[in-house]
């Protein structure tokens, strides 16, 4: 990579997708081999990403870092790249600073985390996240998020929001509803309906996908946990505790289900085959 005079580094090297995948879940037990449409999850989701998304950014190099065989052999048998990573990781970042290591990704290299249940994801998503990190060399991390509108969304905790800088860096994430507009949030409406979101600015919904420099992502688990993570649940929250920056790439819509329960998968298969997600 080069950097500019201001301080931003252009684009000229490819990119890695890496799609943590394990098969222990509570919800939904071997949720990477789920079959969606003949193929398994795991597979759906590399082959999604891997194309190109036609915003000048290279087609990127897709690898799966599973904890089972059976996800590695389910990979290779329909020509996905593929490592066998431990059991014992803690988190997904971990598994994938072990899966940079054995792939041999250089320090300087550009990493995105592609979750495994995200079979609908828009492959445009992955690169701007990596085309953001790559424009901003004081940055260790990228991010994404988008507009709310909802106000049951807004004040549900079990939906991460995040607020940015003027140059779009995230300052904190939160299950609290952030920004909290404190003359206009503060009361219902006289008829007793839920006050109306703001649009300037509007509060903004993280997306779980990041963009990693790999030598940092070798370093974050060896940062201690931080005050906050731990109170938020949140591990983003230690880069930032630590003092790193985290570039926020701003999409116009939300993404697709994941898949988390068996209702979810059901979902995902019928809007595959193009129809309504329920039948409700």
């Not at 193929?39 to 089972?68: C, L, Y």
């Not at 570039?247 to 993404?255: E, G």
Request: proline letters at 9%; glycine letters at 8%; one cysteine or more.
């Amino acid at each position: 990579m080069n950097t500019s005079s201001s301080g931003t580094v252009t684009p000229v090297t490819g990119y890695t997708i890496l799609i943590p995948a394990r098969m222990a879940s509570s919800r939904l037990p071997g949720k990477p081999l789920s079959d969606i449409a003949g193929k398994p999850m795991v597979v759906r989701v590399a082959e999604r990403v891997s194309v190109d998304a036609g915003n000048g950014m290279p087609i990127p190099r897709v690898v799966v870092a599973g904890d089972d065989p059976q996800i590695i052999a389910a990979c290779h048998e329909h020509g996905i790249e593929a490592v066998l990573t431990a059991v014992t990781h803690a988190s997904g970042s971990d598994r994938l600073a072990e899966a940079c290591s054995l792939l041999g990704l250089p320090d300087d290299g550009i990493v995105v985390n592609v979750q495994g249940d995200e079979p609908l994801m828009d492959p445009a998503l992955p690169a701007a996240v990596a085309s953001l990190l790559m424009r901003h060399a004081d940055a260790s991390m990228s991010t994404a998020a988008h507009a709310l509108t909802s106000w049951q969304e807004f004040t549900n905790p079990n939906i991460v929001k995040v607020v940015c800088d003027a140059r779009g860096m995230a300052l904190y994430f939160s299950r609290a509803p952030i920004p909290w507009w404190r003359d206009c949030y503060g009361t219902s409406t006289p008829t007793g309906e839920a006050p109306q979101l703001s649009s300037a600015p509007a509060p903004l919904r993280h997306i779980g996908i990041y963009g990693y420099r790999v030598n940092f992502l070798k370093s974050f688990a060896h940062l201690p946990p931080a005050p906050l993570e731990t109170c938020e649940a949140l591990e983003q929250l230690r880069a930032l505790w630590h003092g790193h920056r985290i570039a926020v790439h701003v999409s116009h819509d939300a993404p697709g289900i994941g898949v988390d329960t068996p209702e979810d998968l059901e979902a995902v298969r019928r809007i595959w085959h193009g129809m309504p997600p329920s039948r409700a």
